[in-house]
T-cell receptor, first 114, second 114 residues
Framework: DQQVKQNSPSLSVQEGRISILNCDYT??????FLWYKKYPAEGPTFLIS?????DKNEDGRFTVFLNKSAKHLSLHIVPSQPGDSAVYFC?????????????FGKGTKLSVIP | DADVTQTPRNRITKTGKRIMLECSQT?????MYWYRQDPGLGLRLIYY???????NKGEISDGYSVSRQAQAKFSLSLESAIPNQTALYFC?????????????FGPGTRLLVL
């Protein structure tokens, strides 16, 4: 039973255009969401996060949108650059002092074409 | 120097052998985690530790054991390796407390069990 779903295994985007990566979740207890980026032969690196008290968080070219009613979040990358080509994982957790486990989606491989 | 290091980076072993994967961190974080990544399955939690005296099983702990030798060191052992334990293994660290949901990952160990 997958609680965090990334339904697109791969995505190709032209350099300079917008990349939109989607993530859906089923557990209504999740209230904190993170995006990680992973290059081959490296560990995942934290990219951006959002708390459920917000519906948008922006950091440079990266923006995450959260739609709680739809249990859906998306990562927008504008403009996309070839160096953004990587696998992107969506993760969710229940925040607070007792939180520990990140539940990950299966990842979306983004290819930015020069 | 990397904050979270893993050794070895690559390992080939035979079915039935006992092996140990090691993780060290200089971030001073109390919480440490072991994940495995399989193609198309995202990251799944094997074990986690909140401090030296606290060890907990994750989603897929069968066939694995761990040791928290110090705050900075967390080792994962495969007591008797089997081919379906072939995977990428990641160690991660996290600060305790609210507002610290982000986990920081090591570079990974690629394990092949023949």
């Amino acid at each position: 039973d997958q609680q965090v779903k990334q339904n697109s295994p791969s995505l190709s985007v032209q350099e300079g255009r917008i990349s939109i990566l989607n993530c859906d979740y089923t557990n209504s207890m999740f209230d904190y969401f993170l995006w990680y980026k992973k290059y081959p032969a490296e560990g995942p690196t934290f990219l951006i996060s959002i708390s459920s008290i917000k519906d948008k968080n922006e950091d440079g070219r990266f923006t995450v949108f959260l739609n709680k009613s739809a249990k859906h979040l998306s990562l927008h990358i504008v403009p996309s650059q070839p160096g953004d080509s990587a696998v992107y994982f969506c993760a969710a957790t229940t925040s607070g002092a007792g939180s520990y486990q990140l539940t990950f989606g299966k990842g979306t491989k983004l290819s930015v074409i020069p | 120097d990397a904050d979270v290091t893993q050794t070895p980076r690559n390992r080939i072993t035979k079915t039935g052998k006992r092996i140990m994967l090691e993780c060290s961190q200089t971030k001073g974080h109390d919480r440490m985690y072991w994940y495995r990544q399989d193609p198309g399955l995202g990251l799944r939690l094997i074990y986690y530790s909140f401090d030296v005296k606290d060890i907990n099983k994750g989603e897929i702990s069968d066939g694995y054991s761990v040791s928290r030798q110090a705050q900075a060191k967390f080792s994962l052992s495969l007591e008797s390796a089997i081919p379906n334990q072939t995977a990428l293994y990641f160690c991660a660290t996290q600060e305790p407390g609210p507002g610290t949901e982000t986990q920081y990952f090591g570079p990974g160990t690629r394990l092949l069990v023949l």
